[in-house]
Nanobody
Framework: QVQLVESGGGLAQPGGSLRLACAASGTTFSSKTMGWYRQVPGKERELVARIGSYGYTDYADSVKGRFTISRDNAKNMVYLQMNSLKPDDTAVYFC????????????WGQGTQVTVSS
């Protein structure tokens, strides 16, 4: 059974930083694309960043230059370093897996709340 467990969310001030982590189990982690979506109540889920099995990365325009996605295949972990946070980054962040960089998500984590506010 595939499990994705996010951690690292919380409250940050504008301009601050947070680092999200996602621990994966029950899957061949190194062969999967991993990524992060975020969702605000009343809005569609938005792709934030993804990383392919060979390290290719892709970001939403709204986070380019501020967020960095990375993975540690030895630990079955994927991370999202979020810098220069803005109030618009406030959302629930979900970790996901996919078969490839162009595939739809096949498994989701439960989500972690990120709130950016002074």
């Amino acid at each position: 059974q595939v499990q994705l467990v996010e951690s690292g969310g919380g409250l940050a001030q504008p301009g601050g930083s947070l680092r999200l982590a996602c621990a994966a189990s029950g899957t061949t982690f190194s062969s999967k694309t991993m990524g992060w979506y975020r969702q605000v109540p009343g809005k569609e889920r938005e792709l934030v960043a993804r990383i392919g099995s060979y390290g290719y990365t892709d970001y939403a325009d709204s986070v380019k230059g501020r967020f960095t996605i990375s993975r540690d295949n030895a630990k079955n972990m994927v991370y999202l370093q979020m810098n220069s946070l803005k109030p618009d980054d406030t959302a629930v962040y979900f970790c996901y897996t996919a078969r490839s960089i162009s595939s739809s998500a096949d498994y989701w984590g439960q989500g972690t709340q990120v709130t950016v506010s002074s």
